[in-house]
């Protein structure tokens, strides 16, 4: 079976005459819907239902769910877009955008996920990575310093917003250990794991938020330019 190529590198179709909808429209229909059921909740015949309309009608405007999940994943990216231009202070600036790119993406728990199934291609998306490498290039980052810098920011982002909305995808959150809960881990090789069972204590109770941001922290003061 070939490779289902992404929807941002196909030709654009012109969509069928038909004035009560539009694509925006329905990807911010999907991403709502999205949001209450998570991607296996999501079918044509239920976002037709919320739009109003008969299912056959999406289809001239999204060809399958797969490049509508691209164009939800997209839209979720635009909302992390900053209208203003950076300050010029590279570590608060790129505080800034992974905040808003973190906390968009824990709004939507399911989005992150599906980052990892396909990279990010959409207009937003673009826009969103073009930022982060001109606030690294305006602050004196080139070659292959910029590519590790841009590589261990971009992933620690995505990768907490992954790892982080794992939990709220079932309803839980690391804040729900018990003490009783952490004393059941055991190590593979035997070693005794009190130190983990400690550390994840404390762990567990800061929230998701406070949990990126010291992350984050940790990750900027750790970059170093040539």
Same mark, same amino acid.
């Given at each position: 079976m070939p490779e289902r190529n992404s929807v941002w590198l196909r030709p654009t179709k012109n969509a069928r005459s038909q004035p009560a909808l539009d694509r925006d429209?329905?990807? @911010? /229909?999907?991403?709502?819907l999205l949001d209450e059921e998570t991607v296996a909740g999501l079918t044509m015949r239920k976002l037709a239902a919320r739009l109003d309309a008969a299912p056959m009608t999406?289809?001239?405007?999204? @060809?399958?769910?797969?490049?509508?999940? !691209?164009?939800?994943? +997209? /839209?979720v990216? /635009? !909302?992390?877009?900053? *209208?203003?231009?950076p300050s010029g202070e590279w570590? @608060?600036?790129l505080t800034a955008i992974g905040r808003r790119t973190f906390q968009a993406l824990m709004r939507h728990p399911w989005a992150a996920a599906l980052v990892g199934d396909n990279p990010p291609m959409g207009p937003a998306a673009v826009a969103h990575f073009a930022t982060i490498l001109?606030?690294?290039?305006? /602050?004196?980052?080139? *070659? +292959? !310093?910029?590519?590790?810098?841009?590589?261990g920011y971009y992933y620690y982002v995505l990768g907490a917003a992954l790892a982080e909305s794992a939990w709220a995808r079932v309803g839980e959150s690391a804040n729900s250990w018990s003490? !009783? +809960?952490?004393?059941?881990?055991?190590? @593979?090789?035997?070693? +005794?794991?009190?130190?983990?069972?400690r550390f994840l204590g404390r762990f567990a109770h800061?929230?998701?938020s406070q949990r990126f941001e010291q992350g984050?922290?940790?990750l900027l003061n750790g970059l170093h330019r040539a």
């Open positions: 429209q329905i990807v @911010a /229909a999907a991403v709502a999406l289809y001239g405007y999204v @060809a399958t769910k797969d490049d509508l999940l !691209e164009f939800a994943v +997209d /839209a990216f /635009a !909302e992390a877009l900053e *209208d203003a231009e570590v @608060a600036d001109r606030v690294l290039t305006d /602050a004196g980052f080139s *070659d +292959d !310093e910029l590519g590790a810098a841009t590589a003490p !009783e +809960d952490l004393s059941q881990l055991t190590s @593979a090789d035997g070693r +005794d794991v009190t130190p983990t069972v800061t929230d998701s984050l922290h940790c």
